[in-house]
């Protein structure tokens, strides 16, 4: 179990350095082999460490930089104080974090999301969606396991992708145009559970009448 665990250590510590070694080549090749071993040359690495890590080099090179993505916003989140937030501010954090890890790769960014576009490689996209709320949840206290989880995860999901696509284009000063963006979409979800408890509120209750038999 030691030895799975060190190798899995040892391939996922090649795959984090061909990623960021690659990081320079993708806004020119795309995620590609070209740009894989572009970056791998950087550090002195061959093709054959490229195929080793990334069997199938775009797939793989795409999902890796998502969940790469994810661990360094994980990283700085566990570095802020959170006693004193709210969920909701929680949440906004994570994202914002996750925003600011990938500051300066936006055009790998663009260029993971077309591909993630393509027919055929939606459910991945979906996948690495997933994976990112998840982790944003369970970062920011959320430990529900009821039908709440999927609820919360299929919302923020929304909330993730329509908030990267807006920072894509954003040239405001420190991406406050992005923040405020964020934040009102962030209102917009939790404000669901009111919006559902007034409708409950709203609706009648059925009268039932008891039947009545002649004869």
Avoid at 8 to 27: C, K, M, N, T
Avoid at 56 to 67: C, G, L
Avoid at 187 to 194: F, G, L, Q, S, V
């Amino acid at each position: 179990m030691t030895g799975e665990t060190g190798a899995a250590g040892r391939i996922q510590a090649l795959r984090d350095r061909l990623i960021e070694a690659s990081l320079p080549h993708v806004p020119f090749d795309g995620w590609s082999l070209r740009a894989l071993a572009a970056g791998a040359a950087d550090i002195g690495l061959g093709v054959g460490e490229v195929h080793a890590a990334f069997p199938d080099p775009a797939r793989n090179s795409v999902s890796h930089f998502a969940a790469w993505t994810d661990r360094r916003m994980l990283d700085r989140f566990a570095g802020t104080d959170l006693d004193s937030l709210r969920t909701r501010e929680r949440v906004s954090l994570a994202i914002r974090l996750r925003l600011d890890v990938l500051a300066a790769h936006r055009e790998a960014v663009r260029h993971a999301i077309g591909y993630l576009s393509l027919p055929g490689n939606q459910l991945l996209g979906f996948g690495c969606a997933c994976r990112s709320v998840d982790e944003i949840w369970h970062a920011a206290g959320d430990r529900s396991t009821d039908f709440s989880y999927y609820t919360k995860r299929g919302l923020l999901a929304g909330v993730l992708v329509s908030t990267t696509l807006f920072w894509l284009d954003d040239d405001s000063d420190g991406f406050a145009d992005t923040a405020a963006f964020l934040e009102r979409r962030i209102a917009d979800i939790m404000r669901i559970p009111e919006i559902r408890g007034r409708l409950r509120r709203m609706v009648p209750k059925p009268r039932f009448r008891r039947s009545s038999r002649r004869g």
